[in-house]
């Protein structure tokens, strides 16, 4: 079967210009990545998603946590997180290949009612990360969704069917209770998602975490440490690693300048984003900028660099409409 899937995605990935790269498909939400080489590790701001790793391995790094994912493992996002990822193990003769797929908590929250478990809410906060092992179900529904795309005319009708499928396999097995908690309301991670979503909405706000706790329905220092142990960032964090994952887009994407970008995003002083941004990157911004847009010539180093300015974040790329983040009721949008 994972035989069967890997000469899938390298018949896929082959087909398209460029190697090392993403690539969409026809369903949205649903794509790929290949890498012919080890990556350096790239802050990335990583949407909610089911990462499947199919061959190769890759490390996240989440505040002090590490996630190590290898062949037939999958990584699982439950909001928009910044993250630090790198692809660990690839070469030209076995790329790194992976299948992503853009969370649908409305589609968990319809298949609860088919699971067994507990009557109690879930207790306590997790990270908002976890790693899973595929399992053959999941395994023979990844590998129907990508033969899918070779009859399009089909996956309107078809595609529901494989989705609900795999979103009850996961649900159903080891990891399920990590998947729950997307999809009830009242646990801790439903919560902070809400604060996650006012933060998001306008980057450029000063924070006043008291007004965060009340939307989470929190007291403020309950708050803090619940923001804390689903994101590994405190609040300020959290805006301040969004800002300057935003502002780099927008240098990018937008050909926006360093002193523009940092205003957009709700900087008062160019030399405190310069300052910051040199901190989290490496680099100030100009250097910076000059570097990932000289990486396509320098063959693999290009992915995360050249990617960037087609894409919204630097590991998840938006494809499709469906990217969820919990709402200020708490619900996915």
């Known amino acids: 079967?994972?035989?069967?899937l890997k000469q899938a995605i390298l018949r896929l990935t082959d087909s398209r210009s460029g190697v090392d790269s993403f690539h969409g498909s026809a369903i949205d939400g649903l794509m790929f990545m290949r890498a012919n080489a080890p990556t350096v590790p790239q802050h990335t701001l990583y949407r909610p998603a089911l990462c499947i790793n199919v061959q190769g391995a890759k490390r996240v790094l989440m505040?002090?946590?590490?996630?190590?994912?290898a062949e037939l493992q999958y990584l699982v996002v439950s909001m928009d997180l910044p993250l630090v990822g790198s692809v660990t193990r690839a070469s030209p003769e076995q790329p790194f290949l992976a299948i992503i797929l853009e969370l649908d908590v409305a589609l968990i929250r319809a298949l609860l009612d088919h699971v067994e478990r507990a009557d109690e809410p879930l207790a306590g906060s997790s990270l908002g990360v976890f790693v899973g092992s595929l399992d053959p179900t999941m395994a023979?529904?990844?590998?129907?969704?990508?033969?899918l795309l070779d009859m399009p005319r089909a996956i309107p009708a078809v595609y529901p069917?494989?989705?609900?499928?795999l979103y009850y396999s996961l649900l159903a097995g080891p990891d399920g209770t990590e998947l729950l908690r997307l999809a009830i309301p009242d646990d801790h991670a439903r919560r902070v998602a809400r604060a996650v979503h006012a933060i998001r909405a306008d980057l450029a706000a000063p924070l006043r975490v008291a007004s965060l706790a009340r939307l989470a329905g929190m007291s403020a220092s309950s708050?803090?440490?619940a923001f804390k142990a689903v994101t590994a960032l405190s609040p300020l964090q959290y805006q301040k690693r969004l800002r300057l994952l935003e502002a780099r887009r927008l240098m990018?994407?937008?050909?926006?300048?360093a002193a523009r970008a940092a205003y957009r995003v709700g900087y008062e002083?160019?030399?405190?984003?310069?300052?910051?941004?040199?901190?989290?990157f490496g680099l100030p911004p100009g250097r910076d900028l000059r570097t990932l847009r000289a990486a396509p010539a320098r063959g693999g180093a290009g992915l995360h660099g050249s990617h960037v300015a087609r894409a919204a974040t630097l590991a998840m790329p938006t494809v499709g409409p469906k990217s969820w983040v919990a709402g200020p009721d708490g619900h996915g949008e």
């Open 223 to 225: 708050f803090h440490h």
């Open 269 to 280: 002083s160019p030399s405190q984003f310069s300052r910051e941004y040199a901190r989290l």
């Open 252 to 257: 990018l994407a937008e050909t926006v300048d």
């Open 1 to 4: 079967m994972s035989a069967d």
């Open 161 to 165: 069917a494989i989705a609900r499928e």
């Open 63 to 69: 505040g002090d946590a590490v996630f190590d994912y």
């Open 140 to 147: 023979d529904c990844l590998l129907r969704l990508v033969r």
